[in-house]
């Protein structure tokens, strides 16, 4: 076999160089910049407590907040130049020599061995392109470098890789990357915690802190030797690092946890305004919600400190608090992990309200001109147009005033003034309250006072508010303000409530349910430390139990049900150890210890009396038959 002359493979050589040149000039020339992929745009809507400043939670496949370079600290940009690319400044998108190493890496270890790649190249790759490992994906990668840094400037270039890098715990960019591992923005990051976000940047998951520490300090330890080597950090400053304090890790599921209730309230009112979760996810919007986050917090602590501990199989405890007048949601509990079970304990689930009813009748009574003094039966089992009317435990009384009957929730009482005044008179008087329409079980007839219909937890606390302020009916809401991504205001809250009381009306509401707490049913909330009011609620057969009670400050509604396996409702007996468990136990407790909480920080305000003054009363019970109550009859309600 003849060999060929060595001019003519040299020849032969530099022939293909030049067309491979030719070729990629071509290319270069020829190749569009295609459109950013949907992770390079991706932008967290944040949401934001009614402070606008404490962060609640993200919404948004991709948790990412994107910032100029000039909030990037300049110890950070070095770091990650050091890291991944010293010569940035200095080559056009890409090094030859790193390219060489790599062609040797793969030859000898297969493609997988990688390495090479400059930071444009990096972020054609993470902007543009696929993770796809091949050589024409390499080859569409070092085309769009070119292209990019004849298009971009260096800075514009560094800004974007920055703000693109996957950097773990589903983090993208530096600056989430800086509050997920140390719950901080990025312009305040340490010199050693700026050198252990660029180690990340080789590899996330490879590097990770709760999975790969000593590897992660081994690569700190490169990245602040690099510094060095570059003149950037000196050794003295070098001497003085400390690998830095990572925070613990949470579910990269923003919607997780108690608090993922209170965002997926938000979530879904800024659907209702007509965004999708395309653009939720992507748009970079500023929300500044109605929760406050001292009682966001208040709300969870109470749950957790005086819910049942023991005989919790199945228990939903749901809790809403509502700002009179406003209709500003200030916080929720909806369950323990919103990640976990979605359903919202306080929006979603439902329970049968028991006596919280009662005050709706109370004031369709007050408007008929029926006073507190009003003497009406206390007997258990008084039979009202054919039901049986039986009172919690079978207590009778003689003849009772109607504060007194609210006060210690008299079902025959109360049976009797429905009548008196008309079924139709207590569901407006509901309807109006807040009490929707449309909650399931309501039913046209007497049972409807002692509270056979199953509301929302929200809807009662609504409800209740309409009291507390008086009479004005506000719609409750979540948002109160959106901004785009540059800043400009896109939404604002107008509240909307309207007088659908009279003042005389839910001031002597007010002062009987004061009542309640001070001398009734509802005495565990006395503690408050203020004055409230408020109304317990025990049902049949204890499917639920309630409390319902506000200042003139804040209305809040808690409620306990329970289920079995297959969702089905189950009694309350032995949560907790009790055999019965009334409003006046855990959801009283709860309530109070909220509450206490909720409204420390504000004044104590005092109702204002009513027109008419309270009567004096002194019923007391009278003995009761031996037979128990007939809860085939109608529902007991406490």
């Known amino acids: 076999m003849a060999r060929l002359p060595w ?8 022939g293909i ?19 950013p992929s949907d992770i390079s745009r991706a932008n967290s809507t944040i949401v934001y407590y009614s402070d606008g400043k404490t962060e609640l939670g993200r919404i948004g496949e991709y948790n990412r907040t994107e910032v100029p370079l000039s909030k990037i600290p300049l110890q950070l940009q070095r770091a990650v130049l050091a890291a991944e690319d010293k010569d940035f400044y200095n080559h056009g998108g890409f090094s030859i020599t790193g390219i060489a190493r790599a062609v040797i890496g793969n030859l000898t270890s297969g493609f997988n061995a990688g390495g090479g790649s400059t930071i444009t190249q990096q972020y054609a790759k993470n902007a543009y392109l696929t993770q796809e490992r091949s050589i024409k994906r390499k080859v569409k990668e070092l085309v769009l470098a070119v292209k990019l840094e004849s298009s971009s400037s260096k800075d514009m270039i560094l800004q974007n890789y920055l703000n693109v890098s996957y950097m773990g715990r589903g983090a993208y960019g530096m600056q989430t990357a800086a509050r997920v591992y140390f ?5 305040q990051l340490t010199i050693s915690e700026s050198a252990m976000l660029a180690a990340l940047l080789k590899s996330p998951e490879g590097f990770a802190p709760e999975k790969r520490l000593s590897r992660l300090k081994a690569r700190w330890n490169y990245v602040l030797d690099q510094m060095v080597d570059a003149g950037w950090l000196t050794e003295s400053k070098r001497k003085e690092q400390q690998f830095p304090i990572v925070i613990e890790r949470v579910n990269a599921n923003t919607l997780s946890g108690p608090n993922g209730y209170a965002l997926d309230m938000v979530k879904r009112e800024l659907i209702g305004q007509g965004y999708d979760d395309a653009t939720l996810g992507i748009a970079g919007m500023r929300v500044v919600s109605t929760f406050d986050a001292d009682a966001q917090v208040a709300a969870v602590r109470a749950v957790e400190k005086e819910g049942p501990k023991s005989g919790t199989d199945g228990l939903r405890i749901g809790l809403a608090a509502v700002r009179p007048g406003t209709g500003e949601v200030i916080a929720v509990y909806g369950g323990p992990d919103f990640a976990t079970e979605p359903l919202n304990n306080a929006t979603q689930a439902i329970g049968q309200a028991g006596s919280t009813f009662k005050p709706f009748a109370l004031a369709a009574a007050t408007e008929a001109g029926v006073g507190l003094d009003t003497s009406l039966p206390g007997k258990s089992g008084t039979v009202v147009a054919g039901y049986r009317v039986v009172n919690y435990s079978n207590e009778s009384y003689g003849p009772i005033s109607l504060l007194y009957a609210t006060e210690h929730s008299v079902n025959s009482a109360y049976v009797t003034l429905t009548y008196n005044i008309g079924v139709d008179a207590v569901m407006n008087a509901a309807s109006r309250a807040g009490i929707p329409d ?6 046209r007839n007497l049972t409807f006072v002692l509270g056979t219909a199953s509301p929302h937890v929200i809807d009662v606390a609504d ?19 959106v901004r785009s991504s540059n800043g400009g205001i896109i939404y604002q809250a107008a509240m909307k409530n309207e007088t659908v009381f009279e003042q005389y009306v839910a001031d002597t509401v007010n002062s009987a349910l004061q009542r309640v707490v001070t001398n009734g049913t509802g005495f565990a909330a006395a503690k408050a430390g203020r004055p409230v009011a408020g109304k317990t609620g025990t049902t049949n057969d204890n499917m639920s139990a309630w409390f319902a009670g506000y200042s003139p400050d804040l209305a809040a509604a808690v409620m306990l049900v329970k289920e079995d396996a297959k969702g089905v409702p189950v009694t309350l007996r032995g949560t907790g150890g009790l055999s019965t468990v009334t409003g006046g136990s855990f959801p009283a407790r709860i309530w109070t210890a909220f509450m206490k909480a909720a409204v420390k920080k504000l004044p104590a305000t005092d109702f204002v009396e009513p027109v008419e003054p309270l009567p004096v009363d002194t019923a007391t019970p009278t003995p009761t038959d031996s037979q128990s109550p007939d809860d085939a009859a109608q529902p007991i309600n406490p």
């Open 463 to 481: 409800a209740y508010a309409t009291f507390a302020a008086r009479g004005v009916k506000a719609l409750p809401f979540t948002i109160k303000e």
């Open 438 to 443: 449309n909650t399931a079980g309501i039913e």
């Open 7 to 14: 001019r003519t493979i040299i020849t032969s050589i530099v």
């Open 17 to 35: 160089g030049l067309l491979g040149v030719i070729v990629f000039t071509y290319f270069v020339i020829t190749t569009p910049i295609p459109a």
């Open 183 to 187: 719950a901080k923005d990025v312009s």
